[in-house]
Every structure is written in structure tokens, then in C-alpha cells.
T-cell receptor, first 114, second 119 residues
């Protein structure tokens, strides 16, 4: 079985400040990891994913995440927050070769202050 | 840019009634999914569908749920006898896949969701 934990259901950052969203996972098989973003009244949009290879993954809109197997983490960062980054962010895992079912974390809502 | 669409955006129904939620996946995609999110809870997997049959389903997806691809473009989720606890946002998703099977790590493209309210 797989599970995902996102620390902090709400995060508030100032415009221009670092955005750090934490994600820890549990998986009995090598995981594939994803970050999705949801803007109001829209579906979930993929920010980035880790499957194999380089553990630092770059995504859209200046976001990146690092897979750390020893810490079972996949934290999402952006060096400088923009007002348009206000949204809800979801970390998710699939069991790799065993299937494509996404298991989601609880989500983190990001508020960006001017 | 191709996108997944869902109708209706909101559905209100009485307990015990049947509802059908509709989705139009991206046209060249082969894998289809339904997820739901009860207010304040996590997004949960319901079912995946490939080659006109269910490939995986969760414990939530019991006999009151069914999925169908009635034509070449639509993908539907039917709830036969709705319960209060079925109230949730339902998301459809699709992924490209291959004719030989799923592409591991494929991106799933999500629709905007249908908010179902059961009274």
C-alpha cells in the first residue's frame, strides 16, 4: 500500500520569498512521484514528476522538487513566489511498474501576500 | 491545447436517484480514470479503464458504481442509487498509454470536475 503525507494544509508566503511545500511518501515498491497544482475552478495540472534518473526534477512555472529516497521525501520548492502561485498543491505517488493509480496527499493551499 | 472536459459542472440530486457524470477525455488517450474528493478530504482513486474494461478499482468502487465508454469520445460514471456520502467533487482524467498497455509514469490529465450534491 502507498500513502502520501503533506505537512501543512495551508502555507502563507510573501511575494518574492521561497516557497517550500513538504511531501513524504510511503511505498513498498520504487515510487513514481508527482506534484499537481489546482487553480480555482480548474482541474489538477501536472507541475513535475519523478520516475527514474536525476533526483532533482524541474517543472513548469519555476518549480522544482528533489527525490530523496533515504528521507522518503519529494519536497517542492520555488525560489521566488509570484502572486499567480496562489493555488492548492497536491503531491501524489504511483507504484511505478505495478500500475498508474495515483495516491494523493491531502493538499497544501498556498497564499501569496504582496 | 487538448483538454479533458466534464459535464455537468454541478449536479444536485435526491438520495436514491441515479446520476450519470460525463467526461470527454483527450482524443488520442487510451487510459481513463475517475477520482473523487469529498469536501475537506484527500483526492481518492475510484477506477481506471482501458480497452473497454476496468483495469483497476478501489474499495470505494462498489456495485452501485459503473463506468462506460458508450461511444468513441465519452467516458461516463454512473451511480445507481446515490447516498448522502456520495456528495463530492468527481474528477475524470485520461492518459496517453500505448496499445500494448500503460506507459508507466504517464501524466494523467484532469478535467475541472463535477460537484455532486446528494440531498
Amino acid at each position: 500500500a502507498q500513502s502520501v503525507t503533506q505537512l501543512g494544509s495551508h502555507v502563507s508566503v510573501s511575494e518574492g520569498a521561497l516557497v517550500l511545500l513538504r511531501c513524504n511518501y510511503s511505498s513498498s515498491v520504487p515510487p513514481y512521484l508527482f506534484w499537481y497544482v489546482q487553480y480555482p475552478n480548474q482541474g489538477l495540472q501536472l507541475l513535475l514528476k519523478y520516475t527514474t534518473g536525476a533526483t532533482l526534477v524541474k517543472g513548469i512555472n519555476g518549480f522544482e522538487a528533489e527525490f530523496k529516497k533515504s528521507e522518503t521525501s519529494f519536497h517542492l520548492t520555488k525560489p521566488s513566489a509570484h502572486m499567480s502561485d496562489a493555488a492548492e498543491y497536491f503531491c501524489a505517488v504511483t507504484p511505478g511498474a505495478a500500475g498508474n493509480k495515483l495516491t494523493f496527499g491531502g493538499g497544501t493551499r498556498v497564499l501569496v501576500k504582496p | 491545447e487538448p483538454e479533458v472536459t466534464q459535464t455537468p459542472s454541478h449536479q444536485v440530486t435526491q438520495m436514491g436517484q441515479e446520476v450519470i457524470l460525463r467526461c470527454v477525455p483527450i482524443s488520442n488517450h487510451l487510459y481513463f480514470y475517475w477520482y473523487r474528493q469529498i469536501l475537506g478530504q484527500k483526492v481518492e482513486f475510484l477506477v481506471s479503464f482501458y480497452n473497454n474494461e476496468i483495469s483497476e478499482k478501489s474499495e470505494i468502487f462498489d456495485d452501485q458504481f459503473s463506468v462506460e465508454r458508450p461511444d468513441g469520445s465519452n467516458f461516463t460514471l454512473k451511480i445507481r442509487s446515490t447516498k448522502l456520502e456520495d456528495s463530492a467533487m468527481y474528477f475524470c482524467a485520461s492518459s496517453e498509454g500505448r496499445l500494448a498497455g500503460p506507459k508507466v509514469g504517464d501524466e494523467q490529465f484532469f478535467g475541472p470536475g463535477t460537484r455532486l450534491t446528494v440531498l
